[in-house]
């Protein structure tokens, strides 16, 4: 006979696959809701998300959660793909639903402290850029509208919101 694993052994190889299912699931997760997300923005303003990047992370139950969406926004629309090329990965999207509402967490902290909470105040000192020149009251105002719409959609607070969005050239 061969020896068998002890159940320490057993147990270390077990959780070793728990984690590494979690990480694929997290990561799915984050793939999933950041194209959604790319989707509901381009078609609901007048934009092109050139990136979303989603960070999750377990809640107490072990499920994935939305910690934080980072997102780079230009001003205009993207440039239209052909209709099978778009057809095909929402086709792929709609088997995965339903997405569970996200509680949010509040311990989040985003270094862009002025510019995340624009959307609620619309100070005239908001800014984009490297330069950080102060945006156009068009610009607040998509940005207000963006941010909401994660709000209300995501459950996301400002606060787990960083937002950059950059004006269409030539403005």
Same mark, same amino acid.
């Given at each position: 006979g061969g020896e068998m694993d002890s159940l320490t052994a057993i147990r270390q190889r077990a959780n070793a696959l728990q984690a590494r299912q979690f990480e694929q699931t997290s990561?799915?997760?984050e793939n999933q809701v950041?194209?959604?997300m790319k989707r509901k923005i381009e078609q609901s303003a007048d934009v092109d998300v $050139?990136? @979303?990047?989603?960070?999750?992370?377990?809640d107490e139950t072990g499920q994935?959660?939305?910690?934080?969406v980072t997102l780079q926004?230009?001003?205009g629309r993207p440039a239209e793909l052909p209709n099978q090329a778009r057809a095909k990965p929402v086709a792929a999207m709609e088997t995965v639903k339903p997405i569970e509402p996200v509680v949010?967490?509040?311990?989040?902290?985003i270094s862009d402290g002025p510019a995340?909470?624009?959307? $609620?105040? @619309?100070?005239?000192?908001?800014?984009f850029g490297p330069d950080k020149e102060p945006l156009s009251p068009a610009l607040l105002q998509t940005k207000t509208q963006i941010i909401r719409m994660l709000e209300q959609d995501w459950q996301l607070t400002q606060e787990q919101i960083e937002l950059t969005l950059?004006?269409?050239p030539g403005r």
């Open positions: 990561a799915l997760v950041e194209e959604l $050139r990136n @979303v990047q989603v960070v999750t992370a377990p994935p959660v939305i910690r934080k926004v230009a001003e949010p967490v509040a311990d989040i902290r995340a909470t624009a959307a $609620r105040s @619309v100070p005239q000192s908001a800014s950059e004006p269409a």
